[in-house]
């Protein structure tokens, strides 16, 4: 072991590519804490840094039959550590933008949902409370505001005066307006206020 202790990064890796995993060891060793500590600085993630630093070793020990060093291991790893903390963190910024995303089109989503539901809650109620009007009454309001009639055009069709007309139109909106104002009261329950 003292030899490889000698021995300096281009000889090392020389035996390294021959698959000598005591010199892997040895360099594992000499590396593992200097990166392991600028990829968690960097990262302000203990376990995410381990994995940088795993990460690194892997792919060196699988390129190793293939890797040419330059200026020796320091300038190697410190790269690498360089660009798999840029990644990692360039991943957690497309994820937290994909989930800014997600969220706005699902509220987005939600929201036209529920205004679905309620316009249909509300159509429901309200041919609910019509429906419970008397006749004459649910007549004139269907005539003066499903189909654009004019008082004189309702009292006509219904063969009643035009006072008449105003009288139930006045009374429908009267039964209306107390049913939707409960419709308003629940629908504000509903949104938590």
Aim: with cysteine; glycine share 4%; hydrophobic share 40%.
């Amino acid at each position: 072991m003292n030899c490889y202790q000698q021995l300096n990064d281009f000889d090392l890796l020389s035996r390294l590519k021959n698959g000598d995993l005591e010199v892997f060891r040895i360099i594992y060793e000499r590396y593992w804490i200097r990166l392991y500590n600028i990829a968690r600085n960097r990262l302000n993630d203990k376990l995410e840094a381990e994995e940088v630093v795993q990460d690194i070793f892997c792919n060196f020990w699988r390129k190793r039959a293939a890797l040419e060093l330059t200026k020796g291991f320091d300038q190697y790893f410190f790269t690498a550590v360089k660009f798999e903390v840029i990644n990692r963190l360039a991943s957690r910024a497309r994820t937290r933008h994909n989930e800014k995303e997600y969220a706005a089109t699902q509220t987005e989503a939600d929201n036209a949902v529920l205004q679905l539901l309620d316009y249909k809650e509300v159509n429901q109620q309200l041919s609910s409370a019509i429906s419970t009007l008397p006749e004459k009454c649910r007549q004139a309001f269907t005539l003066r505001h499903e189909q654009g009639y004019s008082l004189r055009q309702i009292a006509e069709t219904l063969d009643i005066s035009e006072k008449t007309v105003s009288a139930h139109l006045s009374k429908a909106r009267k039964t209306l307006r107390g049913a939707l104002n409960f419709l308003w009261i629940i629908y504000i329950i509903r949104q938590g206020g």
